[in-house]
């Protein structure tokens, strides 16, 4: 079976998918699949719910959505439910289930570690497999409660750094001419991530834009300073300079070839 949270929250067995319509229930098995097995106080579940309004018989109100979410789980035909009562609240075994937000955070380990390994295609595979898992926010973002928004933070983050190390693999593999587009409408979709205005310079200019790649700089400061008051950080700047200077470095090269001396470990990332 797998539990599907990334998005609408749905359950797949062998028959196919389906959902549990309850907000609450909803709110309940995303907590304990967030937390999988591990033991989740009932106390916690019902601030996830409920926030501090609290209603009177809260206590009671958890103690029917979990039964109402084991008959859910059964209606596949398990012999046993995942879902079990532990002191001080529950646990959600997953045993040999699948959780999409785990699948994601193992492609994207493996991914990186092929970078590190310069196995720059089966980098990319990875990163596109965990991209496909996304299917929009944690429950449709239908949440409020602290254990849903730490996930759904570290989500964002991990799924734009998949972004970002996606687009470095393929511009490596020199993909530049096709990314161009991708990349501008990445930096329209997240102005304030400057690795993305990195990755579009350094598209521009290896696919012979010089002019574009300067003006996509000075795009990026004016973004910079009226949002921010900020000038353009370190990795900005470095690509200015070196696209000023046609020395070179920032052509497609192999990634044994070594850097300019001064340029910032992020920026050598960019240039392998």
Same mark, same amino acid.
């Given at each position: 079976?797998?539990? !599907?949270?990334?998005?609408?929250?749905?359950?797949?067995?062998?028959?196919?998918?389906?959902?549990? #319509? &309850? %907000?609450?229930?909803?709110?309940?098995?995303?907590?304990?699949?967030?937390?999988?097995?591990?033991?989740?106080?009932?106390?916690?579940?019902?601030? !996830?719910?409920?926030?501090?309004?609290?209603?009177?018989?809260?206590?009671?109100?958890?103690?029917?959505?979990?039964?109402?979410?084991? %008959?859910?789980?059964?209606?596949?035909?398990?012999? @046993?439910?995942?879902?079990?009562?532990?002191?001080?609240?529950?646990?959600?075994?997953?045993?040999? +289930?699948?959780?999409?937000?785990?699948?994601?955070?193992q492609l994207v380990n493996t991914a990186r570690g092929h970078l590190r390994n310069q196995s720059y295609e %089966?980098?990319?595979?990875?990163?596109?497999? &965990?991209?496909?898992?996304?299917?929009?926010?944690?429950?449709?973002?239908?949440? #409020?409660?602290?254990?849903?928004?730490?996930?759904?933070?570290?989500? +964002?983050?991990?799924?734009? @750094?998949?972004?970002?190390?996606?687009?470095?693999?393929?511009?490596?593999?020199?993909?530049?001419?096709?990314?161009?587009? +991708?990349?501008?409408?990445?930096? %329209?979709?997240?102005?304030?991530? @400057?690795?993305?205005?990195?990755?579009?310079?350094?598209?521009?200019?290896?696919?012979?834009?010089?002019?574009? &790649?300067?003006?996509?700089?000075?795009? &990026?400061?004016?973004?910079?300073?009226?949002?921010?008051?900020? !000038?353009?950080?370190?990795d900005l700047q470095d690509i200015q300079r070196a696209i000023l200077a046609d020395d070179g470095w920032l052509?497609?090269?192999?990634?044994?070839?070594?850097?300019?001396?001064?340029?910032?470990?992020?920026l050598a990332g960019l240039l392998a």
């Amino acid at each position: 079976m797998r539990y !599907e949270i990334i998005g609408p929250l749905r359950i797949v067995d062998d028959h196919g998918g389906f959902s549990i #319509h &309850a %907000k609450k229930m909803q709110i309940l098995l995303a907590v304990l699949l967030v937390r999988a097995n591990h033991v989740v106080p009932a106390s916690q579940l019902m601030e !996830e719910i409920w926030g501090e309004d609290l209603p009177r018989r809260a206590n009671a109100g958890i103690h029917v959505y979990i039964s109402q979410i084991r %008959k859910s789980i059964q209606r596949t035909g398990r012999q @046993e439910c995942p879902l079990v009562t532990w002191a001080p609240g529950y646990v959600l075994q997953l045993g040999s +289930d699948e959780l999409d937000i785990l699948t994601f955070e193992q492609l994207v380990n493996t991914a990186r570690g092929h970078l590190r390994n310069q196995s720059y295609e %089966k980098a990319s595979a990875c990163f596109e497999r &965990a991209l496909g898992l996304w299917r929009g926010p944690l429950l449709g973002d239908m949440y #409020h409660g602290s254990i849903l928004e730490s996930a759904q933070a570290w989500l +964002d983050e991990t799924r734009m @750094e998949c972004i970002e190390m996606l687009m470095r693999a393929r511009l490596t593999m020199g993909h530049h001419h096709e990314l161009v587009s +991708d990349l501008y409408q990445l930096v %329209k979709d997240y102005p304030l991530r @400057e690795g993305m205005h990195c990755l579009l310079m350094l598209a521009l200019y290896r696919s012979g834009r010089r002019a574009d &790649a300067l003006e996509a700089y000075q795009s &990026a400061r004016r973004i910079l300073n009226q949002e921010l008051g900020l !000038e353009p950080g370190r990795d900005l700047q470095d690509i200015q300079r070196a696209i000023l200077a046609d020395d070179g470095w920032l052509d497609v090269r192999r990634p044994d070839h070594g850097l300019p001396i001064g340029s910032s470990p992020e920026l050598a990332g960019l240039l392998a």
